[in-house]
């Protein structure tokens, strides 16, 4: 069974940084797609960064320059630093697994494991 479970939010003030991080269990981390997520109340869940197992990255345009994604395979956990916070940016944030097709990683929340998420909350 695959389990993930992110750690790291917190509440900060605008400008400021997180690095959250998403420990895998039941899966090896080193061959599938692995993306962060977020999602406000009453809107969709939206994709942010994704990693597929060769390293390539990819970014939705709001946090391009502010966030990196990254993954450490022996630790089977993945990571996302978000720098220079704006309010936002306040939302729960998802980590999520998924089988590798080829190519990038897609951002479109069709990911079949999940995390229970962390709260980022971002004040001005």
């Known amino acids: 069974q695959v389990q993930l479970a992110e750690s790291g939010g917190d509440s900060v003030q605008a400008g400021g940084s997180l690095r959250l991080s998403c420990v895998v269990s039941?899966?090896?981390?080193?061959?599938?797609?692995m993306a962060w997520f977020r999602q406000t109340p009453g809107k969709e869940r939206e994709g942010i960064a994704a990693?597929?197992?060769?390293?390539?990255?990819t970014y939705t345009n709001s946090v391009k320059g502010r966030f990196n994604i990254s993954k450490d395979i022996p630790k089977n956990t993945l990571y996302l630093q978000m720098n220079s916070l704006k309010p936002e940016d306040t939302a729960m944030y998802y980590c999520?697994?998924?089988?590798?097709?080829?190519?990038?990683?897609?951002?479109?929340?069709?990911?079949?494991?999940w995390g229970q998420g962390t709260q980022v909350t971002v004040s001005s």
């Open positions: 039941g899966s090896t981390i080193s061959s599938g797609c």
């Open positions: 990693i597929n197992p060769y390293g390539a990255t």
């Open positions: 999520a697994v998924d089988y590798w097709s080829g190519g990038d990683c897609p951002l479109p929340p069709t990911y079949i494991h």
